[in-house]
């Protein structure tokens, strides 16, 4: 019997293993993302942030140490206002669990703040630029941007990977919404 | 340079990248031809200990730059000459460390030895002065230290 089939084992046999692996895997991922939240924010060293939000260092400090605090729900929507994100906390099968950890890297962790969260400061603008028909537009089209100019007008950039289509290759189209 | 230490992480080298830079880190154990101290340290302490270790090194394998690793701190004194650094992780009020150094070739770390901290006594006490003892072995490629892969499971 291998390691992972006597860990299996053990996890179907014993709630105190059960426990540890959940927590092992929260306990690293949570204050992972923490320090991703602070090293992508505008105060991205523990003493600036600290000073920005009136909080001792050695808290922050606390809470992107694998283990060491034991979060509350509320500490955690502390953090998430502090950054201005939402926080999703949800259960999920074991399977789901590893999956998202194997996925997850601290390094491209991005979460939309709140002051740029177009979708949920207005939520009709992607509703209004779906209805344009982008697929018939020109073929070689591999990026294709929308941009909200404001509430009746929005702008729509496309770029092409055809070296020869110059005359589409920056398009710009500006529309009423 | 200091022993086991990386240039590219000195802030005063201003690293140029490489196009053979792996993209996860490779983490190691240092072993000698009878025993690994770090798999016989870990193997005996808690299974959440265990899986905390585990899980960090999953973790931090894709974090780029190791200053921004999770649980990881710089050392001082002596230790810091030695280019040594270490993994903390806090469970039920005690500290397990596990002390390393980074490894000859790019995105490489060794672990040396692992500790418990409690009330300012290390377990075991002289595991600073053999992390220093060991991170000198590896440099100098002393002969019976060998390095061993420690393997991450993605599955669990």
Request: with cysteine; aromatic share 10%.
């Amino acid at each position: 019997m291998n390691e992972r089939s006597k860990r299996i084992s053990r996890l179907k046999a014993d709630q105190q293993s059960r426990q540890s692996y959940v927590f092992s895997k929260v306990a690293v991922l949570v204050p992972s993302q923490i320090k991703a939240l602070r090293l992508t924010s505008q105060t991205p060293t523990q003493k600036e942030l600290a000073t920005e939000v009136g909080a001792h260092q050695s808290r922050l400090s606390m809470l992107e140490q694998p283990g060491a605090a034991n979060v509350t729900l509320e500490t955690l929507a502390w953090i998430a206002s502090i950054h201005k994100v939402g926080l999703i906390v949800k259960f999920a099968s074991h399977n789901e669990m590893v999956k998202w950890e194997n996925s997850y890297s601290q390094d491209e962790f991005s979460v939309i703040r709140l002051d740029d969260d177009e979708e949920f400061l207005q939520p009709g603008i992607h509703a209004k630029i779906s209805t344009l028909q982008v697929g018939s537009m020109a073929n070689g089209v591999f990026g294709i941007q929308w941009c909200h100019q404001n509430d009746d007008e929005f702008l729509l950039k496309a770029r092409t990977n055809v070296p020869s289509d110059e005359s589409f290759r920056n398009l710009e189209l500006v529309g009423n919404g | 340079m200091a022993i086991g230490g990386y240039l590219k992480y000195n802030p005063k080298v201003i690293y140029c990248g490489s196009v053979h830079e792996p993209a996860l880190w490779t983490f190691f154990d240092y072993v000698t031809k009878s025993s690994n101290p770090i798999e016989a340290w870990l193997s005996v302490q808690p299974e959440g200990v265990q899986d905390l270790f585990n899980g960090l090194i999953k973790d931090n394998r894709k974090i780029d730059d190791p200053k921004k690793w999770g649980g990881s701190r710089k050392m001082k004194g002596a230790l810091k000459e030695s280019g040594i650094w270490e993994y903390r992780i806090d469970y039920v009020n005690v500290q397990y460390r596990l002390l390393g150094i980074f490894g000859h070739f790019r995105k490489q770390a060794i672990f040396l030895i692992g500790c418990t901290h409690k009330m300012k006594v290390y377990d075991p006490h002289n595991c600073l002065e053999t992390a220093i003892k060991r991170a000198r072995a590896i440099v100098t490629k002393e002969e019976g230290v060998f390095l061993h892969e420690r393997k991450v499971q993605e599955d669990i």
